[in-house]
């Protein structure tokens, strides 16, 4: 079952990652499930059929229970879907803070809370691996021993810990601010950045071989 404060704050970052639900071959990505969630999550289970949530809750609801600092310019695409999808049904009241004002508010239909039910039903093991984005637990593990910062024993680890790691929390900040559909765009710059990485791995290779040359000398 899916719970509150489950994803770790390094794998935030790769939302487009698709979840398999259990019947047939549905999907839905876990930055939309985590949407859908945030709003049932948000209304009180005793005013399911009035209750209405904003934007503002919702990306606050995401960010202090599911770690992800989500932009405006990436929810509400996924909240004009799931309207369109008929998830939620979009409407417009006066504001909580001034009755003078108009603004929007969501509510979940029937149809969404069905489809937070599917999402629940997953067992442990499937939606962990979802959450973490696909990462198998090698990587995982590297990733958290990135963002929690290596030992600085000596010159290689004080020097390189603090790059990788502000590398990650740019990385992290970048994709958090972009809408869904421009994702893929950053993974292949991504890509890139793997590329170089490989780039200096040769290198110090390199530097390897020549301690090697020395001490034979």
Same mark, same amino acid.
């Given at each position: 079952?899916?719970?509150?404060?489950?994803?770790?704050?390094?794998?935030?970052?790769?939302?487009?990652?698709?979840?398999?639900?259990?019947?047939?071959?549905?999907?839905?990505? &876990?930055?939309?499930?985590? #949407?859908?969630?945030?709003?049932?999550? +948000?209304?009180? =289970?005793?005013?399911?059929? @009035? %209750? *209405?949530?904003?934007?503002?809750?919702?990306?606050?609801?995401?960010?202090?229970?599911?770690?992800?600092? &989500?932009?405006?310019?990436? #929810?509400?695409?996924?909240?004009?879907? +799931?309207?369109? =999808?008929?998830?939620?049904? @979009? %409407? *417009?009241?006066?504001?909580?803070?001034?009755?003078?004002?108009?603004?929007?508010?969501?509510?979940?239909?029937?149809?969404?809370?069905?489809?937070?039910?599917?999402?629940?039903? +997953?067992?442990?093991?499937?939606?962990?691996?979802?959450?973490?984005?696909?990462?198998?637990?090698?990587?995982?593990?590297?990733?958290?021993?990135?963002?929690?910062?290596?030992?600085?024993?000596?010159?290689?680890?004080?020097?390189?810990?603090?790059?990788?790691?502000?590398?990650?929390?740019?990385?992290?900040?970048?994709?958090?601010?972009?809408?869904?559909?421009?994702?893929?765009?950053?993974?292949?710059?991504?890509?890139?950045?793997?590329?170089?990485?490989?780039?200096?791995?040769?290198?110090?290779?390199?530097?390897?071989?020549?301690?090697?040359?020395?001490?034979?000398?």
């Amino acid at each position: 079952m899916l719970c509150k404060n489950c994803i770790p704050k390094e794998f935030t970052t790769m939302f487009s990652k698709k979840i398999r639900l259990t019947k047939g071959s549905k999907q839905i990505s &876990v930055a939309t499930a985590l #949407v859908l969630m945030a709003i049932e999550e +948000l209304i009180p =289970e005793d005013t399911k059929d @009035k %209750g *209405v949530v904003y934007g503002y809750q919702i990306m606050s609801h995401l960010k202090d229970n599911y770690n992800w600092n &989500v932009k405006s310019g990436t #929810v509400y695409p996924i909240l004009k879907k +799931l309207n369109r =999808e008929m998830y939620i049904v @979009k %409407g *417009v009241g006066p504001d909580v803070d001034s009755s003078k004002r108009q603004t929007i508010f969501y509510k979940i239909t029937k149809k969404g809370e069905k489809m937070v039910n599917e999402i629940r039903s +997953l067992n442990d093991d499937a939606l962990e691996s979802a959450l973490n984005s696909g990462y198998p637990p090698s990587k995982a593990s590297a990733l958290k021993y990135i963002e929690n910062g290596f030992p600085a024993k000596n010159i290689a680890d004080g020097y390189l810990g603090p790059i990788l790691r502000d590398f990650c929390v740019k990385i992290a900040e970048l994709i958090s601010k972009q809408p869904v559909e421009k994702l893929g765009e950053i993974e292949g710059e991504i890509q890139r950045s793997m590329e170089k990485l490989d780039s200096v791995k040769d290198l110090l290779k390199g530097e390897l071989d020549k301690i090697t040359t020395l001490q034979r000398l």
